[in-house]
Every structure is written in structure tokens, then in C-alpha cells.
């Protein structure tokens, strides 16, 4: 759990110094799939935290 608490924490740091990123990006600097930074995002939205996201080409 630490390992996915560290990695949230990582997710919001990025979010919060760049406004715009694709999955994809997030992904590559967090070293996971896309599908782990979807979940971490779902994570954090039910914590409370308003992140937005449109649909890309995939």
C-alpha cells in the first residue's frame, strides 16, 4: 500500500506542475500502465481531488 500511496502523492505533484498530460505521458514518468494511472486517477477522485480528463484518439 505505501508503494501506491507514494505513487498517488507522485500523480499530484505532476498534475500539480503541469496542466496537461495524456495517460500515456503519466504513465512513462510514474513507470506503470495506463490502466494504473486510470485507477490512480479513479482513487483520487474519490478522495476528493477535481480531476478533469477528456477522451483521447485510443
Avoid: C, F, K
Avoid at 28 to 44: G, K, N, P
Wanted: proline share 2%.
Amino acid at each position: 500500500m505505501l508503494e501506491t500511496s507514494a505513487r498517488l502523492l507522485r500523480l499530484l505533484g505532476l498534475l500539480q506542475a503541469h496542466r496537461h498530460w495524456s495517460g500515456t505521458e503519466l504513465a512513462e514518468r510514474l513507470a506503470v500502465s495506463s490502466r494504473t494511472v486510470r485507477r490512480d486517477v479513479d482513487r483520487l477522485r474519490l478522495l476528493g481531488y477535481p480531476i478533469e480528463a477528456t477522451g483521447g484518439v485510443g
